[in-house]
């Protein structure tokens, strides 16, 4: 199976809404098939650019739940909203290899903004 990883090319002169939306990204590739299965429970089909906006949803949804701004978050927000993302991701079953994989992709992400 592939897994995603932000090029270096992504990751040149990175700014704290760039890593957000990498994270967009990040989260999107380590919960899609999950997000996938779970419309087809429900009926629904969902093809990569719909599951991409859900994920966008989750996370604005994060932001919103922990009080802080989706367009102008700081790069501790941005830490915060990722661990809860990955307390929701492993409540939602998500195996915990992938949850690692992406969590050291976010810390190199982090290691950016430093």
């Not at 380590?30 to 997000?35: D, G, H, N, V």
């Not at 994060?62 to 307390?87: H, I, N, R, W």
């Amino acid at each position: 199976m592939s897994r995603w990883c932000p090029d270096d090319a992504a990751l040149a002169n990175l700014t704290v809404v760039k890593a957000r939306d990498l994270i967009v990204n990040c989260f999107f590739e380590a919960q899609k098939e999950t997000l996938s299965r779970a419309k087809e429970k429900i009926g629904r089909a969902g093809d990569d650019a719909s599951l991409h906006r859900d994920v966008e949803n989750i996370v604005k949804m994060t932001f919103k739940e922990l009080g802080y701004p989706y367009d102008s978050p700081t790069q501790e927000q941005l830490g915060t909203v990722v661990m809860q993302l990955a307390e929701k991701a492993a409540a939602w079953g998500t195996p915990k290899d992938i949850i690692d994989h992406h969590r050291v992709l976010i810390g190199r992400i982090f290691s950016k903004l430093a």
